[in-house]
């Protein structure tokens, strides 16, 4: 099956720095990584994904960028805030063929510490 | 607000014990997924559930089970609890499978004494 690994488990930046988090995936047949958010108390919550077909997106201060041949994919976060401050998740699901199951597969977070 | 709800939100129960933890998923999701939220193991997959349907089982212990009812709400059972079994179950809904976002619901923290 596949796995992902996840780095740095925990980050600690000034606010108004740069963050980036890294992921690495094992199989070669995923497509689509999603990257979720997790607040103290909460649910994760999806906050951005790419799919294989895309090498980066961005959405205001976050991208991901995905590498297919390295199998690795990020999440840089510019001008950080304190309310970055969360656990961030990975993942990578196998890409869908009509029928079974498409679970995610996660990695074991990245407690992003933003110090104000 | 993601749309899906869990109950109950905390629950202490003792070793030896049986508990059911309930899902609610949003509007017009056919998808549940329960995931295990441990300290060291991040978000840990157990079981999928399509339409009334289990599609996949992930490292779900035999003393665990769980159900997807007609009106697409699910159950998860867990019996004959350990103290290992302490953790915040989520549940995660999506609209089919193999497509589209997971929305997650605030979780169940069970503690086990």
């Known amino acids: 099956g596949e796995n992902v690994e996840q780095h740095p488990s925990t980050l600690s930046v000034q606010e108004g720095d740069s963050a980036v988090i890294k992921c690495t995936y094992s199989d070669s047949a995923s497509n689509y990584f999603p990257w979720y958010k997790q607040e103290l108390g909460k649910g994760p919550q999806l906050i951005i994904d790419?799919?294989?077909?895309?090498g980066e997106k961005k959405d205001q201060r976050i991208a991901v960028t995905l590498n297919k041949t390295a199998k690795h994919f990020s999440l840089h976060i510019t001008e950080t805030q304190p309310e970055d401050s969360a656990v961030y998740f990975c993942?990578?699901?196998?890409?869908?063929?009509?029928?079974?199951?498409?679970?995610?597969?996660f990695g074991k977070g990245t407690k992003l510490s933003v110090i104000p | 607000d993601s749309g899906v709800t869990q109950t109950p939100k905390h629950l202490i129960t003792a070793t030896g014990q049986r508990v059911t933890l309930r899902c609610s998923p949003r509007s017009g999701d056919l998808s549940v997924y329960w995931y295990q939220q441990s300290l060291d193991q991040g978000l840990q997959f157990l079981i999928h559930?399509?339409?009334?349907?289990?599609?996949a089982k992930g490292n779900i212990l035999e003393r665990f089970s769980a159900q997807q009812f007609p009106d697409l709400h699910s159950e998860l059972n867990l019996s004959s609890l350990e103290l290992g079994d302490s953790a915040l179950y989520f549940c995660a809904s999506s609209v089919a499978t193999g497509t589209g976002e997971l929305f997650f619901g605030e979780g169940s923290r069970l503690t086990v004494l």
């Open positions: 790419i799919r294989s077909n895309v």
């Open positions: 559930y399509y339409n009334g349907e289990e599609r």
């Open positions: 993942a990578a699901r196998l890409a869908y063929s009509g029928a079974g199951s498409y679970q995610l597969t």
